[in-house]
């Protein structure tokens, strides 16, 4: 079993990220940003990346970054983390997480 779990939005924002990447930046690139990203993954469902809220409206919703993007996920009173998103830093996040958690 996987130790953290993907929402369907999560998994597009990756799809996107990974076109993006490999147009600009080559396969090697890719390859790079996808263990960084999924090492991310795997060290918050670990706990071995502070917790860091991102709103006093949704408590339960943390923040880490890799590199250009903010992950966003929700762990608190779960045993596996949620990721909703991996947006990246010159999107409008807000908006982003609005339609997300509306």
């Known amino acids: 079993m996987q130790p953290y779990n993907l929402s369907a939005t999560a ?17 090697e690139a890719l ?11 795997l ?4 706990n071995e990346i502070p917790k860091r809220t991102f ?3 949704f ?5 880490s970054k890799y590199k250009y993007h903010y ?3 929700i762990a608190k ?3 596996t ?8 830093e010159k999107r409008d996040i807000v908006s982003q997480l609005n339609e997300r958690l509306g």
């Not at 390859?31 to 993954?41: A, E, P, S």
């Open 11 to 27: 998994e597009n924002d990756l799809m996107e990220i990974a076109r993006y990447t490999l147009n600009n930046w080559g396969k």
């Open 31 to 41: 390859k790079r940003y996808r263990i960084g990203l999924k090492n991310t993954f």
């Open 43 to 46: 060290n918050i469902a670990k």
């Open 55 to 57: 709103s006093t409206t």
């Open 59 to 63: 408590p339960d919703l943390f923040v």
């Open 71 to 73: 992950i966003f996920y």
């Open 77 to 79: 009173n779960r045993i």
């Open 81 to 88: 983390p949620v990721i909703i998103g991996v947006i990246h």
